[in-house]
Every structure is written in structure tokens, then in C-alpha cells.
């Protein structure tokens, strides 16, 4: 297919590599859609980095140190909140993929006609808990 969009090569790291290939194997999209869905993605925030850059080379040098010294101030502050996000994130997909274990158990168990496996009865006891006869008091030092 022909395309009249423009064509780069990158060029990733293996584990970066597979993870696309795994998505992309996953949810059927070509690997150059998925990276150019993530490029789209972070289109936004890397036009006001190309803006910001722009406008810094033609500061002078001292200016451009105070503001490097503000964004690291900014990014101390905001980078636990983006830890604790990824977290939560990290947290939902973990539940996401118990749930589905759990699922794809209960499909299989369907599917094969299997009966559902009964928990083990926990022994209930009634009384004192100890012997007939008597009450206890003696050997809990009452009389």
C-alpha cells in the first residue's frame, strides 16, 4: 500500500520491540499503527516542548538556567503523583488479568461440563469445647 505520508525508521531496544510486537499481535494492529497511535498520543506535549526549546535558544544563558532549575523544581513535585497514577494503573491491569484467569477457569469448567469444585466444610463445634461433663471453670481458675 501506498501512503503519501512521510516514512521514518527508528530504531528500538528488544524489550521495547517486543512489547509492540505483542500488542500488536494482541489486538491485531500493525506495529507502525500502534507507535504512530502512540506518537499521536504524545503529539500534544511534544509541540510545547519543540515551542519551549525554540523560544530557550534565543534566551540568554542565565535566563535559561533559571528556568531549567523552575521545570526540575516542577518535576520533584510532580513526578510521585505520576509514580502513584502508574501504580494505580499497574494495580488495574493486575486486577484485570486475575479477573480474566478467573474467567477463562469458569469458561473452561462450562465448556467441559465439569462440576464447580465445592469448598472444603469448615467443622463447626458447639459448646464450651471441652469435655462432656465439664464446665471449664476448673481449668480456666474459677471454681
Same mark, same amino acid.
Given at each position: 500500500?501506498?501512503?503519501?505520508? /512521510?516514512?521514518?525508521?527508528?530504531?528500538?531496544?528488544?524489550?521495547?520491540?517486543?512489547?509492540?510486537?505483542?500488542?500488536?499481535?494482541?489486538?491485531?494492529?500493525?506495529?507502525?499503527?500502534?507507535?504512530?497511535?502512540? =506518537?499521536?498520543?504524545?503529539? /500534544?506535549?511534544?509541540?510545547?516542548?519543540?515551542? =519551549? =526549546?525554540?523560544?530557550?535558544?534565543?534566551?540568554?544563558?542565565?535566563?535559561?538556567?533559571?528556568? &531549567? @532549575?523552575?521545570?526540575?523544581?516542577?518535576?520533584? &513535585?510532580?513526578?510521585?503523583?505520576?509514580?502513584? =497514577?502508574?501504580?494505580?494503573?499497574?494495580?488495574?491491569?493486575?486486577?484485570?488479568?486475575?479477573?480474566?484467569?478467573?474467567?477463562?477457569?469458569?469458561?473452561?469448567?462450562?465448556?467441559?461440563?465439569?462440576?464447580?469444585?465445592?469448598?472444603?466444610?469448615? /467443622?463447626?463445634?458447639?459448646?464450651?469445647?471441652?469435655?462432656?461433663?465439664?464446665?471449664?471453670? @476448673?481449668?480456666?481458675?474459677?471454681?
Amino acid at each position: 500500500m501506498s501512503t503519501s505520508k /512521510p516514512r521514518i525508521t527508528i530504531t528500538l531496544e528488544p524489550h521495547a520491540y517486543e512489547v509492540v510486537r505483542r500488542l500488536s499481535a494482541a489486538n491485531g494492529h500493525p506495529m507502525s499503527a500502534i507507535v504512530s497511535g502512540f =506518537l499521536d498520543v504524545a503529539l /500534544p506535549p511534544m509541540e510545547r516542548m519543540v515551542v =519551549l =526549546l525554540e523560544q530557550a535558544a534565543a534566551m540568554p544563558h542565565a535566563t535559561r538556567e533559571e528556568i &531549567r @532549575a523552575s521545570v526540575l523544581r516542577a518535576e520533584a &513535585r510532580v513526578l510521585p503523583e505520576v509514580a502513584s =497514577l502508574a501504580r494505580q494503573v499497574d494495580f488495574l491491569v493486575d486486577e484485570s488479568v486475575a479477573a480474566g484467569s478467573v474467567a477463562e477457569v469458569e469458561r473452561r469448567r462450562r465448556a467441559t461440563g465439569a462440576k464447580r469444585r465445592q469448598p472444603t466444610p469448615v /467443622p463447626v463445634t458447639r459448646g464450651s469445647g471441652f469435655p462432656k461433663g465439664t464446665s471449664g471453670r @476448673a481449668k480456666r481458675g474459677r471454681v
